[in-house]
């Protein structure tokens, strides 16, 4: 039996909060012993285990598709095995050459060229400058730069920089092809490209780590997902079984939920201090959510600035992944969130009744500044089963098909019997 390409075992990282690498033999002390003579107890509790005790396998040619919330450990994974950052504990063994697509920004040089990236990225896989001719003019062709692959690539936008990383990582051949999110940032024409080209590497027996927060593309694009939960492994198996149960998980179903400031998940001057999801009346002994009701979103977000424009926005995700639909405050450009100061915000939804299907549904939340960039994505803030609990009326009594099952208005109308036609028929035999 051959060896696995990829061999992780008991691999874990630390880091502390707040503080930074020590540049003298003093300031290492410093560290060790805790700053303001708190001792080792103060240093300890600013501690963060971003990977704790993480084992897995992977064998040549399997596309292993990594989901998880943020912050679950996902890009630090993939950071130790791409030799960006080393283990506090643990060993990574990489068989194979590696090539790596995570961030924006990692594996250029800035100041260099498409075409010089281009040259710089092969050598460093070990590819003699004969092959990296042979597949030039393929990557330009992909990646659609071809008027900028003599301009440095700081100049280039995310959409192109991505576009020429993943080129480069693909066309390449390397044996094993790490992905971060990153492909988020192209357009779907682009994503879907970019897929079919991860399935044609691995017929050819590449390996791939997949990162990714969308559940479809795990779904039908991965042979197996490993679900990474606050630094550790919390499944790995088929995907549609191990998304189901990330999509159930405990922390994903609570229709409420408050942090505080600390606590509060968020980025870029902008923080979401809680969520509440009210459809039902508890009285009546029934704590899901009814498809007969209508459901009320509430969404409370805190800034510690000033922004011209914010908006929130959640995407709805059933339970086989597909996105169900999406809608945000910028839907009409709801007033509230214009020109605003820094303070509490609260924004509310509310889903009509009888629009959901009887399913299960994640939600995602995305706060946008200026219409235009996100600057939070909460992955999986809240999920909830709509249930039917009403008996239906008339009608169709079997399932509703669709991800959702709107009521639209229809009228039927009796028309007057047609007379019959007047007009002489002859057939000739």
């Given amino acids: 039996m051959s060896q696995p390409v990829i061999e992780v075992e008991n691999l874990s990282k630390r880091y502390f909060l707040g503080e930074m690498r020590a540049q003298s033999i003093r300031e290492t002390l410093e560290l060790w012993w805790g700053r303001g003579g708190k001792g080792r107890e103060a240093r300890e509790k600013r501690e963060l285990w971003a990977l704790r005790d993480v084992s897995f396998q992977v064998k040549q040619g399997e596309i292993l598709g990594v989901i998880g919330a943020n912050g679950a450990g996902k890009s630090t994974l993939l950071k130790i095995l791409s030799r960006i950052t080393e283990p506090e504990s643990g060993v990574a063994v990489m068989r194979g050459r ?5 961030e924006v920004g990692t594996g250029f040089h800035p100041d260099l060229t498409g075409r010089e990236n281009i040259f710089l990225n092969g050598a460093i896989l070990g590819l003699k400058r004969s092959e990296i001719v042979a597949r030039f003019d393929e990557i330009v062709a992909f990646s659609s730069i071809e008027k900028f692959v003599d301009t440095p690539v700081k100049r280039y936008s ?3 920089y991505v576009r020429l990383a993943f080129a480069v990582a693909a066309h390449l051949e390397p044996d094993i092809l790490i992905i971060d999110e990153v492909l988020a940032v192209g357009d779907s024409s682009f994503q879907k490209k970019c897929l079919g080209k991860l399935e044609e590497a691995s017929r050819s027996g590449r390996t791939i780590l997949f990162v990714s927060h969308n559940m479809v593309a795990v779904r039908s694009f991965c042979s197996r ?7 550790r492994v919390a499944g790995d198996g088929a995907p549609g079984e191990v998304i189901n149960r990330y999509l159930v998980r405990p922390d ?6 408050r942090w505080t400031a600390a606590e509060a998940p968020g980025a870029g001057g902008a923080k979401i201090r809680s969520i509440r999801v009210e459809n039902s009346d508890p009285a009546e002994g029934f704590d899901g959510i009814a498809v007969e009701r209508p459901v009320r979103v509430t969404i409370e977000v805190e800034t510690s600035r000033s922004f011209e424009r914010l908006d929130t926005t959640l995407h709805f995700f059933n339970e086989e992944g597909i996105l169900a639909f999406g809608t945000g405050t910028a839907d009409d450009h709801v007033a509230g969130f214009d020109r605003i100061e820094a303070g509490l915000y609260r924004s509310t939804l509310v889903i009509p009744a009888r629009f959901l299907n009887i399913d299960l549904y994640a939600a995602n939340l ?3 500044e200026n219409s235009t960039e996100i600057i939070h994505l909460q992955e999986g803030i809240f999920s909830f089963r709509v249930e039917e609990t009403e008996p239906r009326a008339g009608g169709w009594h079997g399932p509703r098909v669709g991800v959702v099952r709107p009521q639209m208005p229809w009228r039927v109308e009796r028309l007057e019997r047609p007379e019959p036609s007047t007009d002489l028929e002859i057939r000739l035999s």
């Fill in 158 to 160: 995310s959409g192109m």
């Fill in 98 to 102: 590696v090539a790596s697509l995570l």
């Fill in 252 to 257: 994903a179903r609570a229709v409420s939920r």
């Fill in 366 to 368: 995305l706060i946008v």
């Fill in 225 to 231: 997902a490993l679900w990474m939960e606050q630094g």
